[in-house]
């Protein structure tokens, strides 16, 4: 397997544009999650979704942000309008969730580094 | 509300000698643990996890973290450390299922540096 797929690798946009991050998860995954990634307020989780269901949505920071997960092998995060403050690394990671245990480990993409100017 | 914390910013050590990195946490229930370390411009990589059983769990490159219930701690260790371990570690929890539908916690993350 691939491993989670996460694209652009790194985006530049303007105040104000709409950016949209991709997430393709491990096959077979059911769990996935968004964290966003700065210096001063390190790993936080934004959103996470299970069998494709958000679960908690408590860590998008304003109604600016909203994610989605139309199927099983593709989630959206989308922030608009951007705003410099908005500039990080976004990760998103998958993980399986097996007879209701939640005690397996979750895979990282490599992360989308977002510079909003 | 429930919390990871790793009390160090950065831990320094020379190589060869035994490292520790602490983690702390305050979650409702019997979460599971894990370590993560993540290399520049690079993902965040498991490198292991407590679910139930022996306290002292092994994990990759030589780690090993150590469950203590009483303290709420999960502390990595590792007997020898070696250069090529510097990197960035987080703890993590997840809590259980009938908890919070398995969320997934981070720690701050610790820079460890490991000087020759």
Redesign the interface.
Known sequence: DAGVIQSPRHEVTEMGQEVTLRCKPISGHNSLFWYRQTMMRGLELLIYFNNNVPIDDSGMPEDRFSAKMPNASFSTLKIQPSEPRDSAVYFCASSRIFRGSTNTEAFFGQGTRLTVV | AQSVAQPEDQVNVAEGNPLTVKCTYSVSGNP?L?W?VQYPN?????LL?Y?TGDNLVKGSYGFEAEFNKSQTSFHLKKPSALVSDSALY?CAV????YN??????????TELSVKP
Do not use: E, M, P, T
């Open positions: 599971y894990f993560y690079r993902g965040l990589q498991f996890k679910i987080f997840r809590l259980r299922i919070q539908g398995g969320k997934l916690i981070f720690g701050q993350g």
